[in-house]
């Protein structure tokens, strides 16, 4: 069987779940909670020294970490139904569409980055949210633009069905409604999600719907 060590609010833990059920994978879910620190414990160190979530054992034992990564070893081994398009051009697009939201916007807004400003920086509630709101507010911008103005574009962040962008985008969107973000000015994020989370394989893996869930 094939195993998720991941935490019910981590973006990355959520963006795998939501690729495992598109492709119709069944798996195991084992909790690791970010909250309590428990990605610091020996355990989970030995199974990612970075002290990270998620992490991937598939059924033949191999261990894998970082969620793109994951999401591109499940695309390249269970081809359908396929997250990333057939021809050049559309594989890049939707690489580059989920790289801005996971390697440019989840960065600056993850657990560590804001713990530390609380913890180290001693910024207070308010200054902790403005930081947060602020990189939202940049990367939402800018993702808004290509979605909104890309022939490509389509029901989904790529086309008329969902893609590797998809699964980024959703997770990142309930993050900003969770921290409050004013979402008004990116229409197109907006129905995209929406759509996305009318279907099962998002609904299923919706922070709420885990085993792990506050």
């Not at 403005?130 to 633009?145: K, M, S």
């Amino acid at each position: 069987m094939t195993t998720l060590y991941g935490y019910f609010r981590s973006s990355a833990a959520y963006r795998v779940r939501i690729a495992l059920n598109l492709k119709g994978l069944a798996y195991e879910q084992v909790a690791v909670n970010l909250v309590k620190g428990e990605q610091r414990a020996e355990e989970n160190l030995a199974r990612n020294p970075q002290g990270l979530v998620p992490v991937l054992e598939t059924d033949d034992g191999t261990r894998l970490t970082q969620s793109l990564a994951i999401c591109e070893y499940l695309e390249e081994r269970h081809p359908e139904p396929a997250l990333l398009p057939a021809d050049l051009a559309g594989r890049a697009r939707v690489r580059s569409l989920a790289q801005l939201v996971a390697c440019e916007i989840h960065p600056l807004n993850n657990l560590k980055v804001l713990k530390y400003l609380v913890h180290e920086l001693k910024l207070d509630e308010a200054a902790k949210l403005a930081w947060y709101r602020h990189w939202i507010a940049e990367g939402f911008t800018a993702l808004e633009a290509r979605l909104a103005g890309e022939a490509a574009t389509g029901a989904f962040c790529h086309g008329d069905s969902p893609s590797l962008a998809d699964v980024c985008l959703v997770p990142q969107v309930f993050n900003a409604e969770r921290f409050e973000c004013d979402l008004s000015a990116y229409p197109t994020i907006r129905r995209i999600a929406e759509r996305c989370r009318a279907m099962e394989a998002f609904a299923k893996a919706a922070p709420g719907a885990q085993p792990d869930a506050g």
